[in-house]
């Protein structure tokens, strides 16, 4: 486990958290980097100065290095990116779009850029304007998703790239680690597994809903949109579904997932909220700390390695 990655990032484990909107805040980051691995805050849509209040929580809580995802389709994310340069956050994460104009006051600061990826082509740019690793994202993720799965897409970024590889979508444990190795990566972001944890502060029916959903239960909305989100299925995803299946307008789709993920996180609303997950909620069984989370990944992903446990 102790990779190249997990150098250069200065953790203990190559072991990411994604910097899931509404869900990712200081409690979870800070957990998740005391347990050796990278906590990140996801600033989302939220205004600049939270995510600096997040920062500042962040650094009272742990002393190891965490970072800071920013969704380049925020309304903020320029003040965002801004705040993340003058708070000198160690790793920046980014997603939704190409934070191509933030990189060079990034780098003044020394910040480790990892852009999210979700093609060999963004990949590809996102090395030549000074990506210091990439997270190659593949479908099976929850949230706002590509069009290739990660045992596909990993593999491609891996051979376009010439800087470290993070595998996200789809794992969960230490075979899924292990998989992420055996593609040719350098670690793995979990986002799913992460929310059914104690630290993590979204409302106990968002936990519940990832410990029971099955291996199908997870729906993609917004295709027709052009911004395609996975959640899992509830009231929301069939009326959204029906109606994007009608032609329905955009302001009709919307009007469906405005505040919707708030709704989840905040309030628990299981039936109208949109309750991103991952494919790999199917895998999640029980509530962890992150510290049992990790040392459990470490464990499963060091068995399978040196063989001890051979799955062949
Ligand atoms: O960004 C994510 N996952 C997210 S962001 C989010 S907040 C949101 N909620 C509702 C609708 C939209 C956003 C929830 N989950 N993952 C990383 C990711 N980036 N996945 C896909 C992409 C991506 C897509 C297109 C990155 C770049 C891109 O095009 C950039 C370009 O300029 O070519």
């Known amino acids: 486990?102790?990779?190249?990655?997990?150098?250069?990032?200065?953790?203990?484990?190559?072991?990411?958290?994604?910097?899931?909107?509404?869900v990712a805040e200081y409690h979870l980051a800070a957990a998740v980097s005391e347990a050796g691995g990278l906590g990140i805050i996801g600033a989302a849509n939220a205004p600049a100065e939270w995510v600096r209040e997040?920062?500042?929580?962040t650094r009272e809580l742990t002393e190891k290095p965490f970072g800071v995802n920013v969704m380049l389709m925020s309304p903020y994310a320029e003040q965002v990116?801004?705040?993340?340069?003058?708070?000198?956050?160690?790793?920046?994460?980014?997603?939704?779009?190409?934070?191509?104009?933030?990189?060079?006051?990034?780098?003044?600061?020394?910040?480790?850029?990892?852009?999210?990826?979700?093609?060999?082509?963004?990949?590809?740019?996102?090395?030549?304007?000074g990506a210091d690793a990439l997270v190659a994202e593949g479908c099976e993720s929850g949230g706002h998703i590509g069009e290739s799965t990660t045992m596909t897409l990993v593999p491609q970024v891996v051979d376009a790239a010439g800087v470290p590889v993070i595998a996200a979508g789809g794992i969960a444990d230490g075979r899924g680690i292990a998989a992420a190795f055996m593609l040719g990566a350098s670690g793995v972001q979990m986002g799913t597994r992460f929310v059914a944890?104690?630290?993590?502060?979204?409302?106990?029916?968002?936990?519940?809903?990832?410990?029971?959903?099955?291996?199908?239960?997870?729906?993609?909305?917004?295709?027709s949109t052009g911004h395609p989100v996975r959640t899992l299925r509830n009231d929301m995803t069939k009326k959204y579904l029906e109606l994007e299946s009608k032609g329905a307008t955009l302001e009709e789709l919307e009007y469906?997932?405005?505040?919707?993920?708030?709704?989840?996180?905040?309030?628990?609303d299981m039936k109208n909220g949109s309750v991103m997950s991952g494919q790999i909620a199917g895998l999640v069984k029980e509530e962890l700390t992150?510290?049992?989370l990790m040392e459990r990944l470490v464990k499963e992903t060091d068995e399978i390695l040196t063989g001890a446990k051979n799955y062949a």
């Open 290 to 292: 992150c510290k049992e």
């Open 197 to 223: 944890t104690k630290e993590c502060q979204v409302h106990e029916n968002y936990k519940e809903k990832i410990i029971k959903a099955k291996d199908i239960d997870t729906r993609v909305t917004g295709r």
């Open 81 to 129: 990116a801004q705040v993340v340069a003058e708070e000198e956050v160690p790793v920046v994460t980014t997603g939704a779009g190409s934070p191509e104009k933030y990189m060079e006051l990034w780098k003044s600061k020394s910040i480790k850029v990892i852009p999210v990826v979700a093609s060999v082509a963004l990949a590809k740019r996102m090395e030549r304007c």
């Open 1 to 22: 486990m102790r990779t190249e990655l997990a150098k250069l990032l200065g953790i203990q484990y190559p072991v990411i958290q994604g910097g899931m909107a509404w």
């Open 256 to 268: 469906l997932t405005l505040g919707a993920l708030r709704k989840a996180v905040q309030e628990g």
């Open 54 to 57: 997040q920062i500042h929580k």
